[in-house]
C-alpha cells in the first residue's frame, strides 16, 4: 500500500524554540495533507488541511501563526511549531490523500511525531 | 458539522470470542465514508476497516466486519475469534468529500487470554 513518512519520529526542544515535523507522501503525489494532533489516551483533532501550492485551512481554535503549515510541493507538507511551549507537547499525525483521491476515501497516516517541549 | 460519539471507552473480551464496538454519528453530507482504525501502543493509524456510506451491503474483512444502519447513523464494529493481537485502541471515524477525518473519542479494547 501507499507510504507515507513522518520525520522527526520523536523530538524534544526548549521552551521558545521552533520545531519542523515534515509529512511526506513517498509513492504518490498528495494534493492535500492533513495534520492531526493527538494528547496522552484522547483522539485525534484535526489541526489543518494542507494543500498543495495555496495556503493552508485551519480548524476552529487552532492558532494559524503559531502552527505554520506549508505543502510546498506534491510530496511534502510541513508544520512547524513556533515559539514552542509545554502545552505544544503531543503527538502530531499527519495524513494524505492521492491527487485522484478526493472523496474516494482513501487516505494514507504517517508513522507520526511525538514532541516534548522542556 | 459532523460528529462521531463512541460511548464505549474501555471494553474487554475473551481471546476466540466475539465483541461488538459502538459507534454513532452525526453528518450533513449526503455522500461520505465511515472507517474503523485500530491504533497500537505504537501510535501508527491502521485502517481495519471501511463502509462507502451508499453501499447497503456492509462491509467485511476477514475477522472484522460492520453492522450499518444508515437511517440511525450507527456503525458498529464486530471483531470475532479475537486474538491477543486485537488489542488497542479503536477509533471510529467520518470522511466526507474532502477526506478529512472527524474521529471519535476511542475505544481501548483489551484481549484476555
Known amino acids: 500500500g501507499a507510504v507515507v513518512s513522518q520525520h522527526p519520529s520523536w523530538v524534544i526542544c526548549k521552551s521558545g524554540t521552533s520545531v519542523k515535523i515534515e509529512c511526506r507522501s513517498l509513492?504518490?503525489?498528495?494534493?492535500?495533507m492533513f495534520w492531526y494532533r493527538q494528547f496522552p489516551k484522547q483522539s485525534l483533532m484535526l489541526m489543518a488541511t494542507s494543500n498543495e501550492g495555496s495556503k493552508a485551512t485551519y480548524e476552529q481554535g487552532v492558532e494559524k501563526d503559531k502552527f505554520l503549515i506549508n505543502h510546498a510541493s506534491l510530496t511534502l507538507s510541513t508544520l512547524t511549531v513556533t515559539s514552542a511551549h509545554p502545552e505544544d507537547s503531543s503527538f502530531y499525525i499527519c495524513s494524505a490523500s492521492p491527487g485522484q483521491g478526493a472523496g474516494t476515501g482513501e487516505l494514507f497516516f504517517g508513522e507520526g511525531s511525538r514532541l516534548t517541549v522542556l | 458539522a459532523q460528529t462521531v460519539t463512541q460511548s464505549q471507552p474501555e471494553m474487554s473480551v475473551q481471546e476466540a470470542e466475539t465483541v461488538t464496538l459502538s459507534c454513532t454519528y452525526d453528518?450533513?453530507?449526503?455522500?461520505?465514508?465511515l472507517f474503523w482504525y485500530k491504533q497500537p501502543p505504537s501510535r501508527q493509524m491502521i485502517l481495519v476497516i471501511r463502509?462507502?456510506?451508499?453501499?447497503?451491503q456492509n462491509a467485511t474483512e476477514n475477522r472484522f466486519s460492520v453492522n450499518f444502519q444508515k437511517a440511525a447513523k450507527s456503525f458498529s464494529l464486530k471483531i470475532s475469534d479475537s486474538q491477543l493481537g486485537d488489542a488497542a485502541m479503536y477509533f471510529c471515524?467520518?470522511?466526507?468529500?474532502?477526506?478529512?477525518?472527524?474521529f471519535g473519542t476511542g475505544t481501548l479494547l483489551a484481549v484476555q487470554p
Open positions: 471515524a467520518h470522511g466526507g468529500a474532502t477526506n478529512k477525518l472527524i
Open positions: 463502509q462507502e456510506a451508499y453501499k447497503q
Open positions: 509513492d504518490f503525489q498528495a494534493t492535500t
Open positions: 453528518t450533513s453530507e449526503s455522500d461520505y465514508y
